[in-house]
C-alpha cells in the first residue's frame, strides 16, 4: 500500500493532515512534508497568482475612476452622475472582494470557529468592513446622519480600497509562496543528485536498471561523468570522486579499490565497479534528506517569544481598532463616523502578524537547508540555537584532529624477541578489532605476510588494551594502566617510550608470560586542516579542549602543534560523560565532537554533541549535529552558520516587532492632530505584505553565508 502523503504547516509543525488544505492556527496553506522531485503542482500557488492577476485587471478601472474624481478637469462625473459612479465602483469592485478575497474570508471564519485568531481575522474584518459599510452607503444612503456625509452631502465609499487591499494581499501571497518555495532549493538539489538507473553487472553482462531495484550486493558498473548509484565499496578500478553536495568540499577525492564510495556523489574521471552496501532509504544521501527534513519542521526556543506575543496579539489590536473608532468617532473631524471607519480599518490592515510567525521558522528552514549542502546536519532547531551559545568544545582525538587511520612506524624487541616475533603476537590479539590502532597491526603484518594464530581465553579491558593466551603463552596487549594492572615491570622501556610519545607517538605495549617483549610505535597523521580551524574557533571566542585515552606526554605533543587551550588524557571511555558534567558544573555550555560508540554518552550528556561523519550510527544518533566530512572545519562552520542564524532570526523579529510599534499608532491616527496625516487603508495592506516579504527576504540572505 501506498504512503500516504502527509501536509504540515511551516510554522506550526505540529499541524498535519492527509490532504492539502490551511492550516487552522494561522490560515497559511499547507505544504507536503516530504519534498519530492516529482512533487505535485503547487495549487495554493497557482490558484492565488490566478486570483491576483483577475484582480489587477479589474482594478485598473477603478484605479483610474479614482484618479479622474480627484481631477475635475478629467473627473468621470462630468459624463455620469456620482451615484452612477458608486453603482459602477460596486459592480467592478464586488468579484474582486467576493471572488478573489473569498479565500481570505474562509480562513478569516475558520480563525473564529478554532478560536485561533490570526492574520486573516484582520484582513477578512478590514475588507468586509470596508466593502459592506460602502454597499449600505449605496442602496440605503439616507440612514446615515452628516457625521457620515463629507461637505458636499454625499456618504464616501471605499470600494477601491476593499479592491486595492485584496490585490495587495493576493500579491504578498503570491511572493510569499514563491518565496517559500525556495527554502526547500537544497533539499532539491540533494534529490537531484540521485541517479534515476544503475548499471548492475549479473552473470558477466551489464544491464542498465532503475534504481529502486537495486539490491545491496549487487555488483554496480560506474562510467566517467556517471552519478555513483548507491553506497558502497570500490572492488575494481580507480577515479576522483566529486563530493561537494554531500560534504560541501569542492576538491574531488581520491579512490581506489577498497574505498568507501557515497551514493549520488560525481564519478569524474575513471570507470569502476562497485558492491554497492547500502541502497534506497539507507544510503547517506536519503538519511541526510530525511534529517533536513525532520529539522526545518522542528521549533526553536526563541520562537516561544514569537508565539507568546502572536497568542494574544490580534485580540489587542482588535481592541485598538475598537477603541481607535470610538475615539474618532467621539472626537474626530467631519465626517467623523466615515473617518473613524477608515482609521479601525487601516488598524487591522497594518497589524497583520504574519510577519511575527514567519520569523524564526522560515531562517530555520533555509538555515538547515545551507547546512546540509556544505555536510552539516543539524538534529532540530534548537541545536542551531544552543550552537550559538557555546564557550567550550570538547575534541577527542582520533578521527577528529587526528586522520583517525593510524600506522605501525615501529616495532622495537626486547632482548630475546624479534620483531617478527612480536608483529606475530600483536596481530593474532588484534585480528578481530575494529580500533584503528588494531587496524594499523594488522595492516603491518599483512604486508609482511605474518598469519595471525590462534587466541585463547581473550578478554578486552576498556580503555586500556587486551589479554589472552596464545599457544599457551599469556599476553597482555596495551597501555601503561594495563601494564599497572598486571603489574609487569617495563621502567627499562619507559624512557624510549616516553621520548616517542613527545614526539606525538602512541607506543602500545607487549607483555609475554608476565615479562616485556617489546613496544609498537604507531602514529596517526594531524589532519591538514587542524592547525587552521583551531585558530580560527579560538577567534570565535571559544576554549578548545582535547579529550583522550592516549598518554598525558603523547596529548600533550599534539596539542601543542595545533594549540588546542588544555588537554585531560589518559581518560577511560565511562569518564568522558562524568568530564563533560564537571564542565557543565563551571557554568560552561559544552559542545562535543566525537565519533565511537564510546562516545555516545559524553555527545548526549554536552549541550550540544557533534558526530564525526566517519563514526558509527550510535554516535550519530547521539548528537545533535552530525558533520558527513569529520573535520574541524566543519565544527567552525556549524558555529558561524548557527550564529548566522540566530542574528538573522533577530533581525526578522526586530522588523516585526518595530513595523507593528511604529504602524499600529500611525495606522490609528496619531500623526493626524499635529501633520494632518492619515494612513490610507490601501498603504496599510501594502505595508503589512510588505512585512512578511521583507522576513522571508532577510531569511534568504542566510543562503549566501560564507
Excluded at 576498556?462 to 603463552?473: F, L, N, R, V
Excluded at 619507559?494 to 613527545?502: A, G, I, M, P
Aim: aromatic letters at 6%; a neutral charge.
Amino acid at each position: 500500500m501506498a504512503n500516504t502523503k502527509i501536509y504540515t504547516c511551516p510554522m506550526h509543525p505540529e499541524v498535519k493532515q492527509s490532504k492539502p488544505g490551511d492550516c487552522p492556527e494561522c490560515g497559511m496553506a499547507l505544504e507536503p512534508q516530504t519534498i519530492s522531485l516529482q512533487e505535485e503542482k503547487n495549487i495554493e500557488l497557482i490558484n492565488m497568482t490566478k486570483r491576483f492577476w483577475i484582480s489587477l485587471i479589474l482594478l485598473i478601472p477603478l484605479i483610474f475612476i479614482t484618479i479622474s474624481l480627484s481631477i475635475p478637469a478629467i473627473s468621470i462625473r462630468n459624463i455620469i452622475s456620482f451615484k452612477t459612479v458608486q453603482w459602477l465602483e460596486f459592480i467592478i469592485s464586488t468579484p474582486v472582494v467576493l471572488w478573489a478575497g473569498w479565500p481570505f474570508f474562509i480562513r478569516g471564519y475558520n480563525s473564529i470557529k478554532y478560536r485561533s485568531l490570526n492574520m486573516f481575522t484582520l484582513i477578512s474584518i478590514g475588507v468586509a468592513v470596508a466593502y459592506f459599510y460602502s454597499f449600505i452607503a449605496v442602496i440605503i444612503p439616507w440612514i446615515f446622519p452628516s457625521s457620515f456625509r463629507d461637505k458636499s452631502g454625499q456618504v464616501a465609499t471605499y470600494f477601491e480600497s476593499a479592491a486595492f487591499i485584496v490585490t495587495l494581499v493576493l500579491l504578498g501571497q503570491v511572493l510569499e509562496l514563491k518565496a517559500r518555495n525556495k527554502t526547500s532549493q537544497a533539499i532539491k538539489l540533494l534529490l537531484e543528485m540521485e541517479p534515476k538507473t544503475a548499471r548492475v553487472i549479473k552473470d558477466g553482462k551489464e544491464t542498465d536498471i532503475p534504481l529502486d531495484e537495486v539490491a545491496a550486493g549487487d555488483l554496480l558498473r560506474v562510467r566517467p561523468g556517471e552519478k555513483v548509484p548507491a553506497d558502497g565499496i570500490i572492488i575494481e578500478g580507480s577515479t576522483s570522486i566529486d563530493e561537494s553536495m554531500i560534504t560541501g568540499e569542492s576538491i574531488p577525492v581520491e579512490k581506489y579499490p577498497g574505498s568507501q564510495v557515497i551514493g549520488g556523489t560525481l564519478n569524474t574521471t575513471g570507470s569502476l565497479i562497485m558492491k554497492a552496501e547500502k541502497v534506497g532509504s539507507d544510503t547517506l544521501l536519503s538519511k541526510i534528506i530525511q534529517m533536513v527534513s525532520q529539522a526545518q519542521r522542528s521549533r526553536a526556543p526563541i520562537q516561544k517569544l514569537a508565539d507568546v506575543v502572536s497568542g494574544y496579539f490580534v485580540q489587542i489590536v482588535i481592541a485598538v481598532s475598537i477603541l481607535t473608532f470610538i475615539i474618532w468617532a467621539l472626537f474626530g473631524p467631519q465626517p467623523r463616523m466615515a473617518l473613524a471607519i477608515v482609521n479601525a480599518v487601516a488598524v487591522l490592515l497594518i497589524a497583520c502578524p504574519c510577519a511575527l510567525g514567519l520569523a524564526t521558522p522560515i531562517s530555520i528552514m533555509v538555515a538547515t537547508g545551507k547546512g546540509a549542502t556544505e555536510g552539516i546536519l543539524f538534529k532540530n532547531a534548537e541545536t542551531i540555537e544552543l550552537m550559538k551559545k557555546i564557550d567550550t568544545l570538547v575534541v577527542d582525538k582520533t578521527g577528529t584532529i587526528t586522520k583517525g587511520k593510524p600506522q605501525l612506524i615501529e616495532v622495537i624487541p626486547e632482548k630475546g624477541f624479534d620483531e617478527k616475533e612480536i608483529l606475530y603476537f600483536a596481530v593474532s590479539m588484534e585480528k578481530g578489532s575494529e580500533h584503528p590502532l588494531a587496524m594499523a597491526i594488522v595492516s603491518k603484518a599483512t604486508e609482511q605476510e605474518i598469519n595471525p594464530g590462534k587466541v585463547e581465553e581473550f578478554k578486552s579491558i576498556q580503555g586500556k588494551g587486551i589479554i589472552g593466551k596464545i599457544e599457551a603463552h599469556n599476553v597482555v596487549l596495551g597501555n601503561n594502566l594495563l601494564f599497572s594492572d598486571f603489574k609487569i615491570n617495563h621502567n627499562n622501556t619507559n624512557l624510549e617510550s616516553e621520548n616517542k610519545r613527545k614526539e606525538g607517538k602512541i607506543v602500545v605495549f607487549l607483555a609475554i608470560d608476565g615479562k616485556i617483549a617489546g613496544q609498537l610505535v604507531v602514529a596517526d597523521p594531524i589532519k591538514d586542516t587542524a592547525f587552521s580551524a583551531i585558530k580560527q574557533i579560538h577567534k570565535e571566542g571559544i576554549q578548545v579542549i582535547m579529550l583522550t585515552g592516549d598518554n598525558q606526554t603523547t596529548a600533550e605533543a599534539i596539542s601543542k602543534q595545533i594549540g588546542i587551550d588544555k588537554v585531560i588524557s589518559e581518560v577511560l571511555p565511562d569518564q568522558k560523560a562524568l568530564i563533560i558534567k564537571k564542565l557543565q558544573e563551571e557554568k560552561k555550555i559544552v559542545a562535543m565532537a566525537g565519533d565511537g560508540i564510546n562516545d555516545a554518552p559524553a555527545l548526549t550528556q554536552a549541550n550540544v554533541g557533534i558526530a564525526m561523519g566517519s563514526g558509527t550510527d550510535i554516535a550519530i544518533e547521539s548528537a545533535g549535529i552530525t558533520l558527513v566530512k569529520g573535520d574541524l572545519n566543519g565544527i567552525l562552520k556549524a558555529i558561524r552558520l548557527s550564529r548566522a542564524t540566530m542574528q538573522n532570526i533577530k533581525q526578522n523579529l526586530f522588523f516585526a516587532f518595530i513595523y507593528n510599534t511604529i504602524g499600529i499608532p500611525i495606522a490609528a491616527g496619531i500623526l493626524y492632530p499635529f501633520f494632518g496625516i492619515l494612513l490610507s487603508p490601501v498603504i496599510a495592506a501594502a505595508a503589512m505584505s510588505f512585512s512578511s516579504i521583507s522576513v522571508i527576504s532577510n531569511a534568504l540572505r542566510l543562503r549566501k553565508t560564507k
